[in-house]
């Protein structure tokens, strides 16, 4: 089993759209989790930490279920801008500091 | 500040030369990692520095191997270069510590094999 699995998609989804992600992850001691997102031939890049409690950042919001080991990003009124690759991130387990990178979600925003 | 700063930005190799990948990471950072994406595929984690030490190495063949400056750059270096090995070379660098794991990317370094 994978450490981090997302659905690779593509999303197409039209422009005002809401579309949510998830991404279920293997170790139960992993601590800190990140979505990234990675344009097309770009590098990865922060969109944003993920906190048990559930955080936002304007239209994007992330939450962590432990019980259940996944992740969600939820995108509110999707522009077209946001199409890109999402790549969900988690620690190997208890006390790494290593990253462990999903093979990411293709969100396609369309007119 | 600058960011992470990788070079080349494209190289060109033939089957069998060896390939020689650079990394300047944020200041401050004592962690450097290296990641290979091939065309299409997700990142395949291949090393771990953090402060001048091999911390962690992927699932890849010893000809990949690296090193870590006393400054913190970070140099990857693959020998016996296969077509395979063609894809872009991430180096990312964090502070390092418990907490402070978060990666920042460099723009990458396209490595062509011929």
């Known amino acids: 089993r994978k450490e981090v699995e997302q659905d690779p998609g593509p999303f197409n989804v039209p422009e005002g759209a809401t579309v949510a992600f998830n991404c279920t992850y293997s170790?139960?001691?992993?601590?800190?989790f990140f979505w990234y997102r990675q344009d097309c031939r770009k590098e990865p890049k922060l969109l944003m930490s993920?906190?048990?409690s559930g955080n936002e950042d304007g239209r994007f919001t992330a939450q962590l279920n432990r019980a259940s080991q996944y992740i969600s990003l939820l995108i509110r009124d999707s522009k077209l801008s946001d199409s890109a690759t999402y790549l969900c991130?988690?620690?190997?387990?208890?006390?790494?500091?290593?990253?462990?990178f999903g093979k990411g979600t293709k969100l396609s925003v369309i007119p | 500040e600058a960011g992470v700063t990788q070079s080349p930005t494209h190289l060109i190799k033939t089957r069998g030369q060896q390939a020689t990948l650079r990394c300047s990471p944020i200041?401050?950072?004592?962690?450097v990692y290296w990641y290979q994406q091939a065309l299409g595929l997700g990142l395949q984690f291949l090393l771990w520095?953090?402060?001048?030490?091999?911390?962690n190495r992927g699932n890849f063949p010893p000809r990949f191997s690296g090193r870590q400056f006393p400054n913190y750059s970070s140099e990857l270096n693959v020998n016996a270069l296969e077509l395979e090995d063609s894809a872009l070379y991430l180096c990312?660098?964090?502070?390092?510590?418990?907490?402070?794991?978060?990666?920042?990317f460099g723009a990458g370094t396209r490595l062509s094999v011929l």
């Open positions: 170790n139960s001691a992993s601590q800190s």
């Open positions: 991130v988690g620690t190997l387990g208890a006390g790494s500091y290593q990253l462990t």
């Open positions: 520095y953090d402060e001048g030490e091999e911390r």
């Open positions: 993920v906190y048990s």
């Open positions: 200041s401050g950072h004592t962690s």
């Open positions: 990312a660098s964090s502070l390092g510590g418990i907490g402070k794991n978060i990666q920042y």
